[in-house]
């Protein structure tokens, strides 16, 4: 159930997004509250779930993982037990930065970073596999980013 968040909340919320490093005197400028208030509110956000934490964004080129992959996942099977041995494999994957289980052509939908095609390749041939469950892997190569947002539309 969604939160009931007032207007203050989601500016406070909105500029988190845009900074999660912001010290609370320039936060609590930018929204137009007094410090101690705003700090009350964040609180309360992150105690109520809307702040699930704070985190770094690194620039996957800059870290030598330079390509992006999406992999379309077939199971051997669709029952819970496949599905949990693949979701726990995948969760051991620093490589697999996304995972969905999905309704419709695929069972898994997973975003992959790797240093380049090769790398990509060992990945898929040494850790998607039957052993945990997969029949079938499509790999999706985009061509271009067009847009690419941590940030909720609040």
């Not at 898929?124 to 052993?131: D, G, I, Y």
Request: with cysteine; net charge neutral; glycine share 4%.
């Amino acid at each position: 159930m969604p939160l009931h968040l007032d207007a203050m909340d989601i500016r406070i919320l909105r500029a988190l997004q845009r900074d999660g490093r912001l010290q609370n005197l320039q936060l609590a400028e930018e929204v137009g509250l007094s410090p101690s208030p705003c700090l009350r509110r964040v609180r309360r956000l992150e105690e109520a779930g809307a702040v699930e934490r704070y985190v770094a964004l690194l620039n996957p080129a800059a870290m030598g993982l330079g390509l992006t992959v999406f992999a379309r996942i077939s199971l051997v099977s669709q029952d819970a037990e496949t599905v949990e041995r693949f979701a726990e494999a995948v969760r051991q994957f620093p490589q697999v930065v996304e995972c969905y289980i999905m309704a419709g052509e695929c069972d898994a939908l997973l975003r992959v970073v790797a240093a380049d095609i090769d790398a990509y390749r060992q990945f898929q041939s040494t850790h998607l596999t039957r052993a945990n469950g997969v029949q079938t892997v499509k790999t999706d190569i985009p061509m271009q980013k067009v847009k690419q947002s941590t940030e909720l539309p609040i």
